[in-house]
């Protein structure tokens, strides 16, 4: 059965009306192609510019649904809760660990970031971590003038978190069998909570660390200044096992 | 959101409270449109006071319980629905106060309509029966079943019926035609729900071509223990929705011998009235014809976007292609050797029906219009993908075991069905551009320009090709 067809032969548009325009099934995609198109560096530029943006805004909706008023208290339930809340944004969010270290320090920067809380600060960027591309990611924070608490939180297997300079509170806890290392100082309560892995900090330590830990193994390459209630796992300060060992009781010195 | 996040948090938070309407459980539903709003306030209480249950699926940082949102879009677009679960898990009746709630039909009259699932079932009493008065006299009437001529319908336990009785509402189900002797009425307006319980002793399997005709497939949930506890202490809880008087004139109404044709705005007329004593009970007001009309016209005219396109398109060609016998059949299997064995069309048994793309638009229409969107885009189809495929996907022997232990919280088919949107999602990001490319390049030569198809590894360049071969022959 012959069918009407309006296609010239020379291969050119018709400009006919073509009976079987109608049928055409990718009709739709007509003007895809027309779009303009960028340069490979404004593409670049623009992309990296819209990933900002939008980490940017999961860490204001996080603030927005989590710490209401600015205040925001540590405890199990609200680090819990805000984890959450960061993972679901941060899963909408395509990016890589060059982007998470370009949020670190807008974070400083009032005019990107409106407000730097901390604790849930270092939440969202664990989030951003834990879910980034990359196994091994490299955070330089020396440069930073806040020192960001949770970072690490809930590490899982597999990934190795290095942070150039100094971290805050709670650093590593609930660690989930990643590696992180600290090149600088960890403030109080490390790898407190964390169920196996391995936290590596290069300088000092501070107080209640491990505490309530379940497994895995914490490295200070300087002085520990007091160890917490550790129900398993293994601590070492400069390289000498300091638990188990002789010291019974929480944040004694030795 | 830029400008609201440098607002002081306490003018953000009377923001957020004008802004928003607040489920117990704390999920927030964004204010709506005039129909929109109308719509969620029905959510919000099935949510609230009748069908209890958590939020089980996000989309667009809006949660909800998947069970009570695809009702709610299965009788706002004229679907169909199985719901599935244990027992006692309200399948049944969360269909049934979507049901009242949208159709302003008294609960008495959907319970005296519903048709239930057992070995014993007939054509008499699922469709219609032989008005025997009349036919004593020697002329042929039939009295059609309420189940047949209310238009929110509600099939309890459908695989109890034995599958060659199946068959019986294949085309009521599908068109909403049902014949009866010479007779027939056509339902201009219908939805369907229909329970289905887990494999026992007195079930058995849905036929294939019934369980394609339903456009998606959802899970019934337990809500949780403490939520469990709260339903056995509120007895009272439906009595907003039944109405002795109008159920009585509603009956008498649809077992009169009156035209089905002319029962129908009566009938409207009743439920009308019923909808302003629910308006006035409980504050909640149901939709009148009109508005269900003018929503579906709404959602008709949502456009579908690009990616949203161009994905289905790439989930569809993994589903129905076979490189090795054209197209997948489920009596032909494609083992070893094939070049596309790292796609879907390898692991599956049969083909994807054409029903598969027209419950895929249908819905995330209805969920595109649910959350004001201007357009039905990829986030709309990727969420309701899952609930579309996952009844109609028959998986390799061999590819269930390896799945079957995972950890989930969905029912293995529809957990199957969102692992494969997963994946299919993935390989869209790679190659989005490249895959809209093709599709560009294809409308063109469609249009009569010379170009060669571009190329590409997945099953859906080959099906252009294919599609361009045969405009080009």
Redesign the interface.
Known sequence: MKMPN???ND????HER?P??AR??????????DQPSHLPLEQIVQSSELVMNQIR?GY??LL?EEA???VWMVQYNTIIKAYEVAE?HVREI?YSAEDIEDFCFALENAQKV?YLIPGPAGLYISALCNDAPEEEITLKLSELKTEINLLGFRLPKGRRLIIEGDAGDFTGIGLEGGELVVEGNAKNWTGAGMRSGKVLVKKNIGLHTGEWMMGGEIHVGGRIRGLGNIVEGKVFEREKLVYPGKTKYPNAYY | ??A???LP??Q??SY?LSHFLTNKDGTKIVKRKAYQKQVAEIYQYISEHLYYNRPDM?IK?ERFNSAILFSLLTGLQKGKELIIGEPGLGKTTSAEFVCSLLYQFPLGVIWGSEVSGHPEQTEEKIIGRPDLGKLNQGTEDVVWTNFTQVPAKIVDEINRLPETKQSMILDGVDRGNWEYLNEMIINDEYCLFATANYQDGGTNTIIAPLTDRFDVMVESRHPGPNLSFLIGKENHKTDGLRHPRYEKELHRLLNSKMSYEKKVPKVEEICNQFGDYVHESIGVKPLQRNDRDQIRAEMRDLP?D?DG??FTRMLLAEFSFCDRYGQKRSVETCDEGCHYTGYFCHQIRNCASNRLPTSIKLYAQGLAWLLEDSEIGIEHVKTIIPYTLAHRVQWKEEVLPQKERMKRDDPFPIFLAKEAVKVVSQRY?EQSDHV??A??????I?????LEPLEGDHPLYAE?KK?IDA?RN
């Open positions: 309006s296609r010239k291969g050119g548009v018709s073509n079987l325009a055409n099934p990718f009709e739709e995609f007509r003007t895809y192609a805004q204001e909706k927005e209401k008023e600015l679901k395509q409106p | 959101m830029a609201a996040a440098v948090f306490k953000l938070e957020f996000e940082g579908m690009l396109s161009a990001r809209k490319d599709l560009a390049s294809a409308s063109k469609f249009q009569g320009e010379t252009i599609d405009r």
